[in-house]
Structure formats: structure tokens, C-alpha cells
């Protein structure tokens, strides 16, 4: 499944908030001087040099609208591209300011394409019309590796899985009891660290019951989201007095609408989808082995055999 606020994203970085191509207003001048610069700079490396090529393109390439100031841009990672010789795709985090709401910033993320001569934003085949954009993700840091989001298995397990799971969606209600049994079966071989990722667009419940389920665990609730998944509350309501009443008589539980907007279980939730847009995450579940994605969504299985 796609997520929708990745069209958010798209939106933001074409017509909302900033538009990002080729700029017919930038003078041949200011590239000539900008690419005398780099050329003349002894210390960087040729990977330097372009990285900071890139980055003088794009914030000449960028547009933002009035109501928001752009504030910074940064190559948060760089990989060399499998299919193709000599290009790697760089993975572009863009600071703005929200100038209506004092200076509020946000950062939306993007991807571009370079050989140290070329940049683009895009390769599509032409066999089968896939981007290869789409494609390309980058790969997870050590920060995502979290004790509070460590739902089952030890932190010192040799294998680290970070996994991003919507409830309502019915590929994780089939997926993710399989992995949470392993998980709670092999502690000393998977450690499983769990983000929440509602697709509201398509899951209106998703969030009151995400939010039902950290304010159970915060209450002590144990294994609560092998029960959640197990319960399956497709319930196609936003109706919080629905949703909360169908989740506490399934769960034995006396979660209240006070409970899931407190303070700390909204920052929760929100440093969630923080968290899953910095991966540019667009689909669940989506499954991170070791810092990797894991397309197969099946390496568990080969780490709990060893």
C-alpha cells in the first residue's frame, strides 16, 4: 500500500511549497564562478566536489512559495546505483520555516541522480515504465535502534530488525503476528524495534487505535500490539467513542480520549511519522534488517535458523 503522506511530500516539493527543476532564470555566470570554486578547492575529494556541486544546484533549482522560507539543504547519504556505472542517487533533506506559524520548520526529503557531470531527477525503463526512483531507499543509522521502541528481543541481539506497521492494514495483520512470535521466541537472535505508521487516507481508524494501543502499554499492558493485531479492528470509523469502546472490550482495557491525547502519546505518535519520513517510507509493512531494507520481508526467518 502507498502511504498518502508521501503525496504530501510530492506536494511540498512541486507546487505547495517548492518546485524543484531546472531553473531558466540562473545566469551561466553564476555556474561558471560556482564551478570555478569547487574546482580550485585542493582539499576536498572529487566525491566532495560534487556533493557540493549538487548542493549549489539545488538551491539555485528550488523555488519556495511566500508562506514558507527555505533554511538549509544537506545529503543526508549517498549510494552508488546498482544498474548504473558511475552515478549515485543522493538523498536530500530540505529545512524550511513555516513563516505563518513563527518560524515553525519542517523538513521534507527528496532523491536526485549524479555522475559528477550530470544531474537528473529521475531514470525510468522503458520496459516496464518503472521508476527507478521508486526504488531507491536509503539505508537506516543506529538512531532508529531505539529502547523505547524495542518491542521484543534484547538490544545486544546480533540482528536488528526496525519494522513500520499500520494494524488496520491487512498485509500487516497477516505479517506482522508471524514476526512478533518470532521475534518474542528468538530474543537472543532478533532484536524487533516497532514504529507505528497509520495510513490514515485509507485507514481512518488506524490512528485512535494506535494511539489506544501506546496508552495501554503505558499502562502496562503487556504484549499489546500481538493483541491489537490478533483483534483486527478494521471497524471503518474515525468515531474515537466507537473505536475506544470496541478496543477495551477486545482488550480488557479502560483506555479513555483523555488518555490517547495525552501530551507524551501524541509526541509518540508524532515522532513516529517523523521518524518513517525521514526513511521515506511509502507502503507497510515496510522492514529494515540490519540498516537494510528488507523487500522480501523474510530475513527473520533466516536469522532464527542460525
Known sequence: MRLMSKLLIATLLTSSV????????????EDKNAAHTVKHDTKLT???????????????????????????????????????PGWKVYFLDIDLSIIKQKGKEITVHDKIFS?????????????????????????MDASYYRKDHLIYGKESAPNKIVVFSDPICPFCQSYMPKLLK??????????????????????KEAPTVIK??????????KDVMQKVYAQKFNLDTADEKKILAAFNKAMGTHITAKDIHAKDIEARYNEDKKFADKMMISGTPTVYFNG???FTRKKYLEAIKK
Do not use: W
Open 46 to 84: 572529487p566525491e566532495q566536489k560534487n556533493q557540493k556541486r549538487i548542493l549549489e544546484y539545488v538551491k539555485r533549482a528550488i523555488s519556495v512559495n511566500r508562506d514558507y522560507k527555505l533554511k538549509g539543504i544537506r545529503i543526508r547519504q549517498a549510494k552508488d546505483v546498482k544498474d548504473l
Open 182 to 203: 518470532a521475534a518474542k521466541a528468538h530474543p537472543d537472535k532478533i532484536a524487533l524495534y516497532y514504529y507505528h505508521f497509520p495510513l490514515i487516507m485509507l485507514h
Open 292 to 294: 537494510k531494507k528488507d
Open 115 to 139: 555522475n559528477g557531470k550530470y544531474i537528473v531527477r529521475d531514470f525510468i525503463n522503458i520496459v516496464n515504465r518503472s521508476s527507478l526512483k521508486d526504488k531507491l531507499v536509503p539505508d
Open 18 to 29: 517548492v518546485t524543484f527543476g531546472c531553473s531558466k532564470e540562473t545566469p551561466k555566470k
Open 212 to 221: 489506544a494501543a501506546m496508552a495501554a502499554e503505558k499502562q502496562g499492558v
